[in-house]
């Protein structure tokens, strides 16, 4: 750190994102990426002449990109934002709509608490209960921004749109913010519900289901006036914060929603077979509807067999908190992949006892 850094920066704790390994070739099951690649049109789409245009700015309104989520998700542009991957947009909801302090759970994405501290926001933090479950009930009438990723990170629990509805109702003065970065993966979205509560804003992501984490895209559905003031953001900001590659990208993976939509049923097979054979180990887990399983092992603690498991080349992630170390936390891969890991845990628990 320089002497230069203002002082309000200095107590920050950054975001710590999942390893990204170099040299040595891993199955990686840490950061929740598809293990399939993008769609074909995806692969054509960026091709020698769009690399050519990379001269000129992008559009900054994104207005095809716009158009086609509008139409994929049953709304109008003006229901639409984009930005440069979804954490963007949680960064700009705290930035916005955090005037009255934010709410949000003890265990979920750990980027809220980073946001709210970079921002000089107060916090409420909501304990989830016993089972890890979010009790919706705790955020009525709380008066404040309330952030919740439905299916929650890294539980893979949901809560129910009666209930998003519920937590909408009883908080009109306030945003709240439902992060569907995995709601493909059996979740339900709130989407639809932004025609009804003005404060609702849905937020989600090309990074897992779509298969495109490097491009950086996610996008926010929401009543125009919300949107219009994130836009005040990123226009005082970074305008051009979608770059043309990504915009194209996300245009031609809408067009090809057949082809994702497969791969999140594959997930979802891999996941539930893994959970199955987790279940004759003696794991126990999360009903998790994400693209991971959230699981621990009465044999093996979380962070050990975690190292165990990255011994034998199989990356999965482990947090260090309190409530949840006893838990590691495995992406979904291919059904191949996912035959591996549980070949790798039977080896480590056979070698334990
Ligand atoms: C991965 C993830 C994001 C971030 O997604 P990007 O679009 O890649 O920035 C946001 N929220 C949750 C809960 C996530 O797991």
Redesign the pocket.
């Known amino acids: 750190m320089s002497r230069f850094l203002a002082d309000k920066y200095l107590s920050l704790k950054e975001y710590v994102p999942g390893e990204q390994p170099k040299g040595r070739s891993y199955i990686k099951l840490n950061t ?1 990426e598809s293990p399939f690649p993008p769609s074909q049109g995806v692969i054509d789409g960026i091709n020698c002449a769009q690399v050519k245009s990379l001269r000129l700015y992008p559009d900054p309104d994104a207005s095809e990109l716009k158009e086609a989520l509008a139409r994929e998700y049953g709304v109008k542009p003006q229901n639409i934002f984009v930005a440069n ?3 963007d947009i ?1 960064n700009f909801s705290f930035m916005a709509f955090s005037q009255e302090g934010a709410a949000y759970a003890d265990i979920t ?1 750990g980027f809220y608490k980073v946001f709210a501290k970079l921002h000089g926001v107060e916090s409420e933090i909501i304990p989830l209960e016993d089972d890890l479950t979010l009790n919706a009930k705790k955020y009525i009438e709380k008066n404040k921004l309330i952030v919740i ?1 439905n299916p929650n ?1 890294p539980t893979g629990l949901c809560i129910s749109l009666e209930e998003i509805e519920e937590i909408a109702k009883t908080n009109p003065d306030n945003v709240v913010v439902i ?1 569907e ?2 709601v493909d993966f059996g979740g339900e979205s709130a989407a639809k519900l932004t025609e009804k509560y003005s404060n609702l804003l849905v937020v989600m ?1 090309y ?2 289901s779509r298969s495109l ?1 490097g491009a ?1 895209l ?1 996008f926010a559905i929401a009543n125009a006036e919300l949107i219009a003031d994130l836009d005040r953001i990123r226009n005082s900001t970074n305008p051009y914060n979608v770059n043309r590659l990504t915009q194209i990208a996300g245009i031609k993976a809408i067009e090809e929603s057949d082809y994702y939509k497969t791969n999140c049923q594959e997930i979802i097979e891999a996941r539930e077979y893994t959970k199955r054979e987790l279940k004759s180990l003696g794991f126990d887990y999360t009903n998790s509807k994400a693209n991971f399983i959230f699981a621990k092992s009465p044999d093996i603690g979380g962070e050990e067999l975690y190292l165990k498991l990255k011994d034998k080349g199989i990356l999965v992630r482990h947090f260090n908190d309190e409530r949840i170390c006893e838990y590691i936390r495995v992406s979904i891969g291919t059904l191949s992949d996912m035959e591996k890991f549980v070949g790798a845990v039977k080896e480590i628990l056979n070698e334990k006892s």
């Open positions: 929740n991957g979804s954490d949680l994405y990723a990170a992060d970065a995995y992501t990074s897992k984490a950086r996610g």
